[in-house]
């Protein structure tokens, strides 16, 4: 079900991506700020000639803190486009037993959960498998492509 996984920290809690969907990890990059970005977005990233916007998962997901100094931001490919993320670290990259896998419980499914694809044994930790579709909400992203619009 979830397969191979960017396993990655974020004020103390474990989260992961898909491995197919992650284009690369980077760190030490510097943001630049637009005026009107959803609050969840730090900035946006010159990467390789393309601007990519920049999601703070502390605010994104509503976790206690900030981003670790020696932040690092895992760059993923969404149907909207690549979206980076900054976070704590990226703790492990393997392959996940399909007896460790468990979905979300129903109650605790809603809109602000719904980037929850499942919950993973790792470890003798849970980890948040994250789908990178359902981060940012699709006003959020119209917002970023419209910004993008006008800042050329």
Not at 103 to 122: C, F, M, S, W
Not at 130 to 150: G, S
Request: aromatic content about 8%.
């Amino acid at each position: 079900m979830f397969g191979q996984q960017v396993i990655f920290s974020a004020a103390n809690q474990s989260y992961g991506f898909d491995s197919m969907k992650v284009r690369t990890v980077e760190s030490g990059f510097q943001l630049i700020t637009i005026p009107g970005a959803p609050d969840c977005v730090a900035g946006f990233a010159d990467f390789r000639g393309e601007i990519i916007p920049v999601c703070d998962i502390y605010k994104k997901f509503n976790l206690r803190g900030n981003v670790s100094k020696g932040m690092n931001t895992i760059f993923v490919n969404t149907s909207e486009g690549c979206l980076g993320c900054m976070v704590d670290e990226i703790t492990e990259i393997g392959a996940v037993g399909e007896d460790l896998q468990m979905t979300l419980p129903v109650i605790a499914q809603n809109d602000k959960t719904n980037y929850v694809e499942g919950i993973i044994r790792h470890k003798n930790t849970l980890v948040t498998v994250v789908n990178p579709d359902k981060i940012l909400a699709p006003e959020e992203w119209k917002v970023i492509h419209n910004l993008l619009k006008e800042s050329k």
